[in-house]
C-alpha cells in the first residue's frame, strides 16, 4: 500500500474486504474503480501484515469453514454448527424494540481491536486518510478506533444483519451505512444507527452486467426469457410488461438453456449439483442444458468434480468454472452469468444477484444471515426453495414449462435495486455524474 496523492480524477477511496469466504471480497469486487491504484485490500492478508493479526485472522476462518463442513455430519455437526450460529443469530424483527444493547460477539470483537488487532492496517491508511469503504464490519471498527481521519463506511453484504455490525455506542460512531435493502436500513435503525448515517443504496452488483443505462442487463434478460418460458405461457400473459420493461424479445436465445450452481467459500453442499447432473444427465447429453459448477479457487473442488463427472461423459456440457485468484474468479464468474438463465446457491450475498433477472433457486441455508436472506428472496419473489435435487429433471421442467421461473426472473429484475454500485460511488466522491 504505497502513500500517494491523488488528483480527483484518480482513485478516490480505500476499498477494504477480508479473504472470509466469498462474500466479503465479492462485494468489494465491483468498487475496484474508486479503490486506490484499482485494488481492494484484504485486511487479513494484505502485504505486510503483522503475523499475529494474519495468525487471528486465520484462527476465526478455519473455524467457521470446519463448522460450515462438519454440519452436514447428523445430530454432532448440526448441534457443533447450532452453537456457533447462536453467536450470530439475527433476532426476530418484530415486535420493534430497541435492540442497541451490545452482544457478546460485539463486545468480543471490540476487545481485540482495542487490544491492538488491526491498528497496523488503519496506521498504514492513514498515511494517505482517504474515504474509506469496508465491506465487513471489523474494519471499520479498527478504523473508528484509530480514530481515522476520513470518512468510514460499511456495506453490508446480506438482506438482514445482526447487533455485531454496529458499533458498541451507534450513537456516538461516525461509521456510515450503505444499505443493500430496506429491511438492512430499518435493521440498522433499530440498532441505534443515526438516520443520516444510512444510505439505501441498493447492493453493488458487477458494472460488466448491467451497464451505465442497464443496457447490457436488459439485452441479456431479453435472451434469458426465451429460455425460461420455452412454452411462451409468461410472455404472452405479460407481454405489456415485457415490451415497457425490455422491448422486443428475440426469437431465439444467443445460448442454450444454463444453470450455474455456485458453491461457497467453505466448499460444503457439494453434493447437491452431482445429484442435479445425475438427474439431469440425459438432457445435458443431447444438449438441451449446459450445468455449470463454479467452484471459486479451490483445486481440491475442481478435481472432487471432475472426477465425479467423467463417467458421465457429457461433453464438456457440465464444466467447472474456477480461477487462480479470487479477482479471475469473479472476472469470470461474472462474464459466464451473462449466459446463465438460472442460479443455484445457498442464499449468500449472490442473493442480491437475482437482480439481475437471474432467478435463483435457493439451497438450504447455512447459518441466521441466510435463513434472512432466504426470506428476503421470497418476499420478493425472486428465488424458490430447491426441491429434491434427485429428481431435478421433473421439478425444473415443471417450472420452466409453466412459466414459473420467466416470472421469478422478471420479478428480481423489476423488484431489486440493481444501481448499488454507481450509487455508492456518486455518495462517496461526490460525482454526480
Not at 451490545?102 to 492496517?121: I, M
Request: hydrophobic share 35%.
Amino acid at each position: 500500500m504505497e502513500s500517494k496523492k491523488t488528483s480527483p480524477k484518480q482513485h478516490k477511496v480505500w476499498v477494504i474486504a477480508a479473504d472470509m469466504g466469498y462474500g466479503h471480497q465479492r462485494t468489494a469486487y465491483p468498487l475496484r474503480d474508486i479503490a486506490f491504484s484499482g485494488k481492494v485490500i484484504n485486511a487479513n492478508s494484505y502485504d505486510g501484515i503483522p503475523k499475529k493479526d494474519k495468525n487471528f485472522w486465520q484462527k476465526t476462518r478455519s473455524l467457521y469453514e470446519f463448522v460450515s463442513r462438519f454440519k452436514k455430519i447428523p445430530i454432532f455437526g448440526s448441534f457443533a454448527f447450532s452453537i456457533l450460529d447462536r453467536f450470530q443469530k439475527i433476532l426476530a424483527y418484530y415486535p420493534k424494540r430497541d435492540l442497541s444493547q451490545p452482544n457478546f460477539t460485539l463486545k468480543n470483537t471490540l476487545y481485540f481491536v482495542k487490544k491492538g488487532w488491526g491498528k497496523d492496517l488503519i496506521e498504514r491508511l492513514k498515511k494517505n486518510p482517504l474515504p474509506l469503504i469496508s465491506t465487513f464490519f471489523t474494519p471499520a471498527f479498527m478504523a473508528e478506533e484509530v480514530k481515522y481521519p476520513n470518512d468510514i463506511y460499511c456495506v453490508v453484504c446480506d438482506a438482514d444483519i445482526n447487533r455485531t455490525w454496529a458499533a458498541i455506542d451507534p450513537k456516538k460512531s461516525k461509521i456510515k451505512y450503505f444499505a443493500p435493502c430496506t429491511w438492512v436500513r430499518d435493521r440498522l435503525k433499530l440498532y441505534g444507527v443515526k438516520q443520516e448515517h444510512i444510505f439505501l443504496t441498493g447492493y453493488p452488483l458487477p458494472k460488466e452486467n448491467i451497464g451505465k443505462d442497464l443496457e447490457i442487463l436488459k439485452e441479456d434478460m431479453k435472451h434469458r426469457l426465451v429460455n425460461l418460458d420455452p412454452q411462451k405461457k409468461y410472455r404472452k400473459l405479460y407481454a405489456p410488461l415485457i415490451k415497457g420493461s425490455l422491448g422486443r424479445l428475440p426469437e431465439k436465445s444467443n445460448h442454450p438453456l444454463t444453470i450455474m450452481f455456485s458453491i461457497g467459500g467453505a466448499g460444503a453442499q457439494k453434493e447437491i449439483p452431482l445429484n442435479a447432473i445425475n438427474s439431469l444427465k440425459d438432457k445435458i447429453k443431447d444438449r438441451k442444458l449446459r450445468f455449470i459448477i463454479a467452484v471459486g479457487v479451490r483445486e481440491e473442488l475442481k478435481k472432487y468434480f471432475a472426477d465425479n463427472i467423467k463417467e458421465l461423459k457429457l461433453d464438456g456440457w457440465v464444466h467447472m468454472l474456477s480461477g487462480v485468484t479470487t479477482d479471475e474468479y469473479f472476472k469470470i464468474f461474472n462474464e459466464t452469468l451473462r449466459e446463465t438463465d438460472i442460479l443455484w446457491t445457498k442464499p449468500s450475498e449472490l442473493s442480491f444477484y437475482a437482480g439481475l433477472g437471474i432467478p435463483v433457486i435457493i439451497a438450504p441455508t447455512i447459518g441466521s444471515q441466510e435463513d434472512f436472506n432466504k426470506r428476503w428472496l421470497l418476499h420478493v419473489g425472486a428465488g424458490v426453495s430447491q426441491e429434491n435435487p434427485k429428481y431435478t429433471d421433473q421439478w425444473l421442467y415443471d417450472s420452466l414449462n409453466s412459466g414459473d421461473l420467466a416470472e421469478v426472473a422478471m420479478q428480481g429484475f423489476m423488484e431489486i435495486e440493481k444501481m448499488g454500485t454507481y450509487n455508492i460511488e456518486k455518495i462517496v466522491t461526490g460525482d454526480k455524474k
